[in-house]
Structures are given as C-alpha cells and as structure tokens.
C-alpha cells in the first residue's frame, strides 16, 4: 500500500464532518430506501433490470448502431468512439465551429470520467457544472465524494466559504439561502449558454431516447435554454426497448434517494425547437472506454449492468468511514473500485481494491445484482498475477502451503508468545506489530490444539459419524469450542472424526489474491475431507464454510483447473454449518433442549459470511431462544464487525472504527452477553470488549449452547 | 377514477405539491383567477401561459382582462421574468403522483421551468395507475421530448437537508378538472 494512500485515509478518518455526515445519512438512508420500496416486489425489478441490461451488454454493437440509425433519423448526430480524448476533440471542435463561448453542464459522470472541464479551461471555454454539488466541487476545486451526492463531505460553512471566496463574499452558512443564491447566481449562465452538456442515465436503441434524471431541474434547462445539446453517455446505458425504462425508472430514485421518482424524468428522442423557433441541434456522443472489453470478460460483464445508484456506497461499513476521496476521483465506493479498474487502469486500482472488507452488505441490495466482493477479489486476484506478490506473502504462504510446516510453527508460538501473554490474551506486540493489538486484544495460541484435545474426548462408537472441520482458528486458538461441538453431536448419536489431514482452507490466500495457494489448499482439504465416509463436514467457521462449500469450487474456476471439480462439488453438498445442522438435530427431534430454563439476556451478532451467503440468521436465534435466552437484539445487528480475516492487520485503522461502532450497539441492548457464530468475530468482539475492561462476554454459539441439551 | 385521484393528490402532496380538485372548468377558471391575483400577477411581475384545451376562447380572453400582466405569448425572456407560468399536462400517474406532457415545444417547457411558481392543469380522467400505462400513449418511439414532472424543484446536495426549488419552479400547484375534455396527445 503506498503510503499516499494509507494518508489519505488518515485525512478522511480525522474528519469528523465527513464521517458524521456519511455515518447518519447511512443510517436514514436504508429507513428511506425500505419505505420507497413499499409495495414494491424487489427482486423482480432487479429482475427485470439484469435481463434488460445483460442483454445490452451482450450486444452493445448492434444496439449502439441500432440507436444511431434511430436517433440520427430523428434529428440527432450521433459520434461513436472507444477513445476519451476523441470525445473532447469532437466536443471542442465543434464549440469552435459553433462559436460557444459559454457551457453549462448538468451531471455527466462520464464526462468527468474524462475530463472534459479541463479540456474547455484549456480552450478558454466557460464551463459550468449546474447540478448544485457538481457547482460546489467545482468552485472548490474538488472531485466528487459521492456518486450521487457529489458533495455530501462538505459541511454548509465549507460551502459558504466556498461560495465567498469563489462567487460573491458574505454568504451565511444558512442552506435555504445558499441554495438561493446558487439559483440566482446559475440562472443567468443557463440563459447565457450557447452549449448544454448532459449525461443520460438510460439510452433505448428501439427509439433513440435519451432518458435523463435529476431533482434540481437543471437537466431541463440545459436541455433547452442552449442552442445546442451534446450528450455524453457511456454505451454501458444502452437498453434494447422502451420498456425496458420501467424497470430502470422504478429502482433507480427508490435505491438511490428514497424517492419514489425523482422531480423530474426527461425523454430525448429527437430533435425539438430552440426557444427562438430554430432546430437545435442535438449531438450525442456514445463512449466505449473499454466498455465492450468488460462486457467480453465473462466475470466482469455483470458490472455493466450498473444504474450507479450509490447504494453499494451507502450501505457500505467502510465507505461510510472514509466517503468517496480515498477511493479516487470520478466513480467510488465498492462499484468505483472495479470501474476505476476498467476505465481508467488496473494498477488505479491497486491500493483501493483493498478497501473492501468483503461483508457482502451491498450484494443483497444491488439493483443490478452486481456481485461486488466477488469482482473485487477477482481485480485482486488479476493484480497479483499482474504484479506478482510480495516477497513477505510469498513466505507466508510457503508455510501455509506445507501443513505440517505451518502446524508446528503455531505449536512453536504457543511457547514463543509467552512473553506478551496475560491469561488468554495477547495484550502487547513488539513495535511494528503493535498496530495489530492496538483496538482489541488477540486471542493467545491455546497450549494445545484441538487436533491433540479431540482425541482425549470420549465418544459413543456410532455408525453415523460426521466430520469436522475446525479451521485454524478454533483448531489452534480456540479448542474449546471444538470441544464443545463434539459434546452436542454427541447428544444426538453421532460421533464426530477428526480428519487430521486437514489444513487452512485457504480463504486468507484467496482474499488476499494469492489464488494458486488457495487452490492447494483446497486439494489438500479435498483429500483429507473426503477419504472417510461421512453424510455431512460440519464447521463452526462460516469463512471456513463457504470455502468448502462454494470457494474451492471457485477457486478452481479462476483459476482454469477442472480436474478436482467433481470433488469440490461432493464436498460442497457435504458441508454445512454448525448452526444449521444442529438446529435441524432438534427440529427431527434427534436433540432436545432443556426445558423451563431462562437464562441470561442475550443479544446476537451476524457473521457475514452465515448471514449472506450461508443465508443462515434464523437458525442460531432459534436455538439460543428455544434454549431459554432473551434475545435483545442490536442496531445493525448484520453489519461486519471489522474483523474480516487479515484485513483488520492491513488497515487497523478502519478496522478499529468498525469494532467501536459494533461494541457500542452490543452495549446498549443492555445484554450480557453477545453470542455470534464465527470463531473470527469472536476474536474481534470479544478483544475489542476485552481492551475496553466490559464485562459483557462475546462467545460462539456453540460454546452457548454446549450445556443446554439434554 | 376517484381512486386514482386520491392515490395521486397523496403521492404529489408527499412531494410538496399542492393539488386543488374541481368539478367544473368554470370553478377552476375562478380558482385560477383568484391565484393569480393573490400572488399580485401584474406587468411588472407577470404570468405566462403556453396554450392547452382550457385555456382557450373566452375564459382566455375573460382572464387577459382580469389579470393585467397575464400573457400568452410565451418567450424565453417573458418566462424568465414571470412569476407564474401556466401549463396543460397530459397524462398524470397515481403511483408516483406525477405529471407527463408531450413537451416537444419548447413553450411548455418555458413555462414550467423558468417561473418560481408552476400551475398545471389536468382533467381528472388522465390520471392513469403508472409510468408504464401513460408511455402507451405518449410513446418516446414517437415524441421528441417528454416531460416528467414530479413535485416542485429540490435538491440535497448540502448537508442532504431536503430544499425546495433549486433550478426549477419552488412551488408547483396541480389543479385538476373533472369536466376537462383533452384531445388526445
Ligand atoms: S453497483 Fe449496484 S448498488 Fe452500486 S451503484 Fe451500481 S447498481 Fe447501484
Ligand atoms: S462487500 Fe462490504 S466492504 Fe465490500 S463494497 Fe460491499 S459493502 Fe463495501
């Protein structure tokens, strides 16, 4: 990570305007986006929105030359090109040959993905953005923060600086009277202008519409007070019918601003009169960009299908931290970052892609079904190959990959942490490390794995035998919990093997786009999984669940390789969750728990990995209820808790403020105690309420419930 | 159809536009008459009205007498100047409680983006349940440029406080007439 980078999430985290701001519009918006949503079926507007756009994509060159014809007989010039700086050439020639002295612009993110403003300063051209946030950015001297709240980090003082240095001294930082002052300050630049610059949000090829959305009205006015139109629009708008609108029209106000549609929609099919009676001429401009060489890549084509809603920024834990300005210049947030990647260069991308805690909050609500953390692992992934990896990681996963190696190197830190350690915390590490123990406290490597332990327990000899598979974490730091397990299954008959083959599942690799030792891992774990016969591969790790059940096969995908693919997918139907089994244990009657208990108040947290892709939040509330607990449950219960495998070693410091947020709404149940399901989250939570001396316990469910059954 | 209106006035009121409902277009013509007196319409600060059924014949020529400062000769600088603009709608969609018009001349687009303050004129037959019923019939495959109109201009680009009228009108008052005939767009 360059240390520019790593500063200007410095900056952002020490600005507390900006992460007030982001932090309480996060928390209204999703209210504001459910209630716009009502009566509303979701998925099938998403539906609707893919196949309109996954078709698109799958033709864009039929579709651009479709709209050209369509447009250009209804009045229209219609210019297509791949190359940005021909955009700018086209756009400047023909202010010259049109005499423009003057532009104003309503929002156009492609026209800032290429830098157009820059391009007419250099021409001595007036240019001036009307969208209210795009005036106040460019006054500032700025770039947007936000996709669809370009200036959301400023403060109104900042605006009122803005405006008194920039435009007229004077002006109070009173909102009703700043936005005033920029209509009366605007109107006279619209009636002035000779061009008018807009994007479009949506492109239909049957027609040649142009359909153009915004709140302010300053799209109309552009549209209609200049004499002449250009329109910059990525071909990525494309759609086929004019019934694809609808669906577009429905989602985009609802997902973007709560509204259930924005003040004003503008449908541009053609060329209509000026307001002196002349034809105006109407130029559109469809932008490549290498557009239609990510909708050939068969991973990265579902990213076209985007109608930058913003809320893959709004619902995101880190984005809400440190807003647009880390993420880079034109397109931010999680969907920033891949499009960042395309349009602009893989290598941009970089520092960025790292930002992404891989929570999967957004996936669920995107619009578009765009599968983020997937894409961003994939521009990881692709970095890596590109750059290779670092001489530090290569020797990590050296050892990783050689299990025994790695093993006996964590019973040789079980002595070595000696040292640093208090009871069964690590509260300090020397210098450079100290980051790591800063925000939390690290859990101590048990004196004895589970591996050893397991072996010790005594179980009823059962011809109904599954195995488990503990993942580093409970097998070396938190045996116990391991332990526990088997004490349930047990109960119910069944006895519980210990494969010890097995090793890291190799999500750590994987995050961190280190693909080939992932796939090694995955081997190894194949080989050690599936050699005894057993009907399930139980796991109280939900990352270490999802690698067995979906990231091995992946895995294989990304990396070409099929021959072990048969295996993965036995294994995939193998596994499954502690929570999940147990719980269908007791609802076959197999388990019961002890009745007329009631026991302490709890309150739960979700593990990303359970909640969204095992999609499992009902069964561990349903035990933990059924066992006698109230369950109080907290603000935000689904939102990550910072810790995300080495990501809370990489950037601590937005790890830190994620973990703060979490204790906080742990503390204010009023709970006890906070159970959760993912031995990883137990070692955020339970360090974090460690280092701040609370009482509340955070435990894994299994550890909850290891007394409960009969 | 009432249902339709209802649905409608809720969803354009939660938007901050104020709906008026009359049974007959002489009602409304009264309505209008007293509005734009209210709001002091004079030649100094004047009105605007681009053409529709309603306003057309008598009742127009009644209100040019009325109302001193009430034009029908809509400009670009008249509109900029003026403080009401007037405009017949089309269609309007009882989901969303917005407003469609074929807005192809660049009159009805004066009007409606220019002046601070917006009157549109509906009958109340033309509210149809949503976007999709209305583009059946103004058709983008066939009109050049159409209007969607849902409350008055806002923004929230500042510290997202929700502020009305930023480029476009502050406020926009709906008046639907349930004996307005339109030809059809
Ligand atoms: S990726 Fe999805 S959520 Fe993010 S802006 Fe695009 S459509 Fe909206
Ligand atoms: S997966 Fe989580 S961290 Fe990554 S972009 Fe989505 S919400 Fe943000």
Redesign the interface.
């Given at each position: 990570m360059t240390t520019q980078f790593k500063d200007s999430i410095e900056t952002a985290l020490h600005n507390p305007n900006l992460t007030g701001?982001l932090g309480r519009?996060s928390e209204?918006y999703r209210v504001s986006r459910a209630k716009a949503y009502e009566g509303i079926d979701f998925e099938t507007v998403r539906d609707e929105i893919v196949a309109a756009k996954a078709d698109a994509s799958s033709r864009f060159e039929e579709l651009a030359q479709q709209f050209k014809q369509n447009a250009e007989a209804?009045?229209a010039k219609v210019f297509r090109t791949s190359d940005p700086e021909q955009v700018k050439q086209y756009i400047l020639d023909l202010a010259r040959e049109q005499g423009v002295q003057r532009v104003v612009k309503s929002k156009s993110m492609a026209s800032e993905e290429i830098h157009l403003n820059k391009a007419f300063e250099k021409a001595g051209i007036e240019v001036d953005e009307?969208?209210?946030?795009e005036w106040?950015i460019q006054l500032a001297h700025q770039t947007p923060s936000h996709m669809v709240?370009?200036?959301?980090h400023?403060?109104?003082e900042e605006?009122a600086t803005v405006f008194s240095q920039e435009v007229e001294e004077g002006q109070m930082p009173d909102?009703?009277k700043?936005?005033?002052f920029?209509?009366a300050k605007?109107?006279p630049k619209?009636?002035q202008a000779d061009m008018g610059i807009t994007g479009a949000n949506i492109a239909?090829a049957?027609?040649g519409?142009l359909v153009i959305v915004t709140?302010?009205?300053?799209a109309?006015?552009v549209s209609?007070?200049p004499r002449i139109h250009v329109a910059i629009v990525g071909i990525e708008k494309l759609v086929a019918q004019?019934?694809d609108?609808?669906p577009i029209?429905?989602a985009l106000p609802r997902s973007a601003?709560g509204?259930?549609?924005?003040?004003?929609?503008?449908?541009?099919?053609?060329?209509?009169?000026?307001?002196?009676g002349s034809p105006k001429q109407l130029h559109i401009i469809l932008m490549d960009n290498h557009r239609s060489d990510m909708a050939k890549d068969p991973m990265f084509k579902e990213a076209l299908q985007c109608i930058r809603c913003a809320t893959c920024l709004n619902v995101c834990p880190v984005f809400r931290l440190v807003g647009g300005h880390v993420f880079g210049k034109t397109y931010t947030g999680g969907i920033g970052t891949i499009l960042t990647a395309w349009f602009d260069e893989l290598k941009k991308a970089d520092d960025i892609q790292g930002l992404c805690i891989q929570c999967g909050t957004c996936v669920p609500m995107c619009p578009g079904k765009i599968d983020i953390p997937k894409l961003i692992l994939e521009l990881r992934r692709r970095i890596v190959v590109e750059k290779g990896q670092s001489m530090g990681m290569k020797a990590i996963y050296a050892v990783v990959n050689n299990r025994r190696l790695f093993h006996s190197m964590l019973r040789v830190a079980a002595v070595t942490q000696k040292p640093f350690k208090q009871g069964r915390f690590i509260r300090h590490l020397p210098l450079f490390l100290s980051d790591m123990t800063e925000f939390r406290s690290l859990p101590a490597v048990a004196p004895r794995p589970l591996r050893d332990t397991i072996k010790e327990i005594e179980q009823p000899k059962s011809p109904e035998k599954v195995a488990f598979y503990a993942g580093c974490l409970i097998d070396f730091c938190y045996p116990e919990m391991g332990e526990s397990l088997v004490k349930i299954l047990n109960k119910a008959g069944i006895e519980v093997i210990f494969p010890d083959e097995q090793t890291c599942c190799g999500a750590p690799a994987r995050y961190n786009g280190a693909y080939e030792v992932a796939g090694q891992n995955a081997r190894d774990n194949l080989k050690a999984l599936l050699a005894t016969d057993v009907k399930h591969v139980v796991s109280a790790c939900p990352t270490c669940t999802v690698a067995l059940k979906h990231d091995f096969i992946e895995t294989f995908k990304s990396l070409g390789e099929s021959d072990a693919m048969a295996q993965a997918e036995e294994l995939s139907a193998k596994a499954i969750d502690f929570a999940t089994l147990v719980k269908k244990l007791v609802d076959e009657g197999r388990l019961t728990l002890k009745e007329g208990e009631t026991l302490e108040k709890i309150t739960y947290h979700d593990s990303c990995h359970l909640k969204r892709t095992l999609k499992a939040s009902q069964p561990p509330r349903d035990l933990l209820q059924q066992a006698g607990h109230e369950l109080s449950e907290m603000y935000e219960c689904d939102t990550c808790c910072g810790m995300a495998g080495s990501y809370s070693l990489k950037l601590p410091e937005i790890s830190a403020p994620i973990l703060e947020r979490k204790l906080k709404f742990i503390k204010e149940t009023g709970a006890t105690k906070v159970v959760m399901d993912c031995p990883g989250c137990v070692m955020q939570i339970r360090g974090g309420l460690d280092k701040e001396g609370s009482p509340i316990h955070a435990e894994h469910t299994v550890e909850t419930l290891a007394n409960r059954f009969k | 159809m009432s249902h339709s209106f209802e649905s409608f006035k809720t969803?354009a009121e939660a938007?901050s536009a104020e709906v008026h409902r009359f049974g007959t277009q002489e009602e409304a013509t009264a309505f209008l008459l007293s509005f734009l007196q209210e709001e002091g319409v004079s030649p100094q600060e004047g009105a605007v009205c681009a053409a529709g059924t309603f306003l057309d014949g008598p009742r127009k020529d009644d209100l040019k007498v009325k109302v001193p400062g009430l034009s029908f000769e809509v400009?670009?600088a008249a509109s900029?100047s003026s403080k009401v603009g007037i405009s017949q709608l089309d269609w309007g969609i009882a989901?969303?409680?917005?407003l469609v018009q074929d807005?192809?001349?660049?009159d009805k687009?004066?009007v409606s983006?220019?002046p601070p303050i917006h009157v549109a004129l509906l009958g109340t037959d033309r509210i149809l349940a949503?976007?999709?019923s209305v583009?059946e019939h103004l058709?983008?495959?066939e009109?050049?440029?159409?209007?969607?109109?849902?409350?008055?201009?806002?923004?929230?680009?500042?510290?997202?406080?929700l502020?009305i009228?930023?480029?476009?009108?502050e406020r926009l008052i709906i008046v639907v007439v349930d004996d307005l005939q339109q030809v059809m767009a």
């Open positions: 701001a519009f209204a209804r009045g009307t969208d209210l946030g106040i709240m370009p200036a959301i400023m403060t109104k605006v909102i009703p700043l936005v005033k920029a209509r605007l109107r619209f009636l239909v049957e027609s519409t709140n302010e009205g300053n109309r006015l209609t007070l004019v019934k609108i609808t029209l429905t601003t509204q259930l549609l924005t003040s004003y929609v503008s449908m541009i099919s053609g060329q209509v009169p000026n307001t002196d | 969803r938007v400009s670009q900029a989901a969303t409680g917005t807005a192809s001349a660049v687009r004066l983006t220019l949503d976007m999709n583009l058709r983008p495959q009109l050049n440029y159409i209007s969607c109109i849902t409350g008055p201009s806002r923004t929230a680009d500042i510290e997202r406080v502020t009228g930023v480029h476009g009108p």
